[in-house]
């Protein structure tokens, strides 16, 4: 950032010796913000930066439990006492793992990943029955008994327990999306968001239900379908006897009863209870066509329109007549087919379709 015409920098970070001459709050959040990601599963400290982390490994020797305040001193007291054959390793990664294809450099680090496959959980909490492989993970979880949120934000006043979550949060302040899609436009402030996405590009879909083969690419899209099968329904309306199998569709029932319009359209004002009412109306302004058919080139603003169009290509259709047996493309056809019927003096046939079921 460039200084001041009188070359003075009166900002300061307060995290670090850098200095700004408007503001360093962009520099907190960009360079301090995201906490401390390097976390040493042996004494729980966290570091900012990978080499750190590296360098405060070495302040662990496995054999002795002695610990060192720099590696200098803790490199001599391997060779001094642990031999030639235990030196602290190299960035060779000598040490494999007979379960996988990892390796690491560290001795310290490589018993530690061994415990993913041995399932060994040395850390016990003391006000529950849970335990942990690493040393990290069981402070984080003391939290959940002590209620402490050490992370809070300066923005909304919201407060975390743990520093990966308050990263991610910071980012809908900032609106940084670090993760971007290589094979079109959009990107995500977090990865795992960003690992969904790009299944709609490959197809993957690895969530499949046991008991009818349909597969879903989200774990909750999958966990819903499963409430298919089991019918529960665990999402209950305070205000009427329904229930509901999916959180979504609860809160979308919700809206009928208050009335709320939270999704309001800035430019014509007109408000919208669900979402993707409010997405598909906001096309009618900028124009937006995003659902294009791969067989002819023609765009629709909405999914629905784009699935109806398909069926000219496929001569999928899926609504029928359970008088006639005739097919339809459209609803709407059906409709007005039944209609039709009813003008034909088929009155009484409908009356009775309508509340008992043909047998053919």
């Not at 970070?13 to 990601?37: I, M, N, V, W």
């Not at 079109?184 to 690992?195: A, G, H, I, R, V």
Request: glycine share 6%; with cysteine; hydrophobic share 20%.
């Amino acid at each position: 950032m460039a200084a001041d015409p009188d070359g003075s920098r009166p900002h300061q970070c307060q995290r670090c010796s850098k200095s700004f001459s408007r503001t360093s709050r962009r520099h907190e959040l960009r360079d301090h913000a995201a906490g401390e990601p390097y976390h040493c599963e042996l004494c729980g400290s966290s570091f900012t930066k990978s080499s750190d982390w590296e360098l405060h490994l070495y302040t662990h020797p496995e054999e002795c439990g002695s610990c060192f305040s720099d590696q200098t001193s803790c490199r001599k007291h391997q060779s001094d006492y642990a031999g030639p054959d235990r030196a602290a390793p190299d960035r060779a990664a000598p040490y494999h793992c007979d379960h996988c294809d990892k390796s690491f450099s560290y001795l310290s680090i490589y018993k530690i990943h061994m415990r993913v496959h041995t399932k060994e959980k040395p850390y016990r909490c003391q006000q529950c029955p849970k335990s942990f492989s690493f040393l990290s993970s069981y402070k984080r979880h003391q939290l959940s008994h002590s209620g402490e949120k050490p992370y809070q934000c300066d923005f909304c006043g919201k407060s975390f327990t743990q520093s990966g979550h308050f990263s991610l949060h910071l980012r809908n302040h900032t609106d940084e999306k670090p993760h971007e899609c290589d094979r079109c436009e959009k990107s995500f402030s977090d990865l795992s968001s960003y690992k969904v996405h790009l299944r709609v590009h490959t197809g993957e879909k690895p969530y499949c239900c046991p008991q009818c083969g349909r597969s879903f690419s989200q774990l909750g899209n999958y966990k819903s379908h499963l409430r298919i099968h089991t019918g529960e329904k665990p999402f209950q309306c305070e205000l009427c006897d329904k229930s509901f199998s999916i959180s979504k569709t609860y809160k979308q029932h919700v809206i009928t009863h208050t009335g709320e319009k939270p999704y309001q359209c800035t430019e014509c004002g007109k408000g919208f209870g669900r979402l993707s009412n409010y997405m598909r109306h906001r096309r009618i302004h900028t124009g937006e066509q995003p659902f294009s058919c791969r067989q002819c080139g023609k765009s629709f603003n909405s999914s629905y329109s784009y699935s109806r169009h398909l069926r000219v290509h496929t001569g999928e259709k899926p609504y029928w007549c359970s008088l006639c047996k005739r097919l339809f493309t459209r609803s709407q056809s059906l409709k007005k087919h039944r209609c039709v019927a009813v003008d034909q003096d088929m009155k009484t046939v409908c009356d009775t379709e309508e509340t008992s079921t043909i047998t053919t």
